[in-house]
């Protein structure tokens, strides 16, 4: 499919119209269960609503913004986390909810460095949950690349040992005989998280071999175009032709518990939003 710059814009258009109205009047986007595989725990969109307004961040409309950082701010704990529901509180929420308001400017910078309670001492890597009360809990490394990329986006300083335990959680995941993660599907998802969190171009190219032999649904590939904006129009083409009629993405398992599957259209729709924005043209790479 040839792809112009007039066709990019209007499928954008299309697509944050279709953003704005699937946010809720709370300011939350919302999460769905997938239908062939319903989870158990019940839907809680405060990861949705971070991951929109991460991905998106000053390119929603300020009156959407505001009120998705304010259902954001709502939820916050006292202790300065954030939880799921009613479980305990997780470094991958903390991550994106304190990366959402930081970027935005309603909390310190400096706020990021409370995701250093999460840390399995002595060498590492973050917990998803207290490493201390939940030490047999299997560290993954979608969420050690969100904690990265928040404490990058706040802190003056990462240290070699926490950039180092993050990049060999990502790839004993890659090689690992098991599903890749504790809690994401897709490896497309990790493309995105390690981009994101600025592992080394070695790190993402592992990533990327481990997707390219594998047939990629909207979700997928608009991950991988934020990943890497560099890459062919074909796949923006693919983008553009999977937009539905009222210019939504289909969201497709995108986390799971140990039952089911979630998944988010406001979530799809974001990303794909985020990949063709920064898409800048045609490329040779095939």
Not at 21 to 50: C, E, H, M, Y
Not at 108 to 133: K, M, N, V, Y
Not at 251 to 274: L, N
């Amino acid at each position: 499919m040839s792809v112009g710059a007039a066709d990019v814009r209007q499928a954008l258009e299309r697509g944050r119209a279709a953003l704005a109205k699937l946010q809720k009047s709370d300011g939350s986007f919302p999460i769905t269960p997938n239908p062939a595989r319903p989870p158990v725990f019940p839907l809680d969109p405060i990861f949705s609503t971070a991951s929109v307004v991460v991905a998106l961040g000053p390119h929603l409309p300020s009156t959407s913004l505001e009120a998705a950082l304010r259902f954001i701010t709502a939820r916050r704990r006292e202790d300065g986390l954030w939880a799921w529901g009613e479980c305990p509180a997780d470094a991958d929420d903390t991550a994106l909810c304190l990366a959402a308001l930081i970027d935005s400017g309603w909390v310190r910078a400096s706020d990021a460095t409370a995701l250093r309670r999460f840390w399995r001492q002595p060498t590492g890597p973050f917990s998803t949950c207290d490493p201390i009360e939940f030490e047999h809990l299997p560290n993954d490394p979608v969420v050690n690349c969100n904690v990265l990329y928040c404490l990058r986006l706040g802190a003056k300083e990462i240290s070699d040992r926490e950039r180092q335990a993050v990049s060999e959680s990502v790839i004993h995941s890659l090689n690992s005989r098991e599903h890749y993660s504790a809690f994401y599907r897709s490896k497309t998802t990790l493309v995105y998280a390690a981009a994101r969190a600025g592992l080394d171009a070695s790190i993402l190219t592992a990533c990327m071999l481990a997707v390219r032999s594998a047939p990629l649904d909207a979700q997928g590939m608009a991950e991988v175009l934020a990943a890497v904006p560099g890459l062919n129009s074909d796949l923006v083409g693919q983008l553009l032709l999977a937009q539905q009629s009222d210019g939504r993405w289909l969201g497709t398992p995108w986390f799971f518990d140990h039952v089911g599957d979630f998944c988010s259209d406001a979530y799809a729709t974001a990303v794909v939003i985020e990949g063709l924005s920064h898409w800048g043209g045609p490329s040779p790479m095939k």
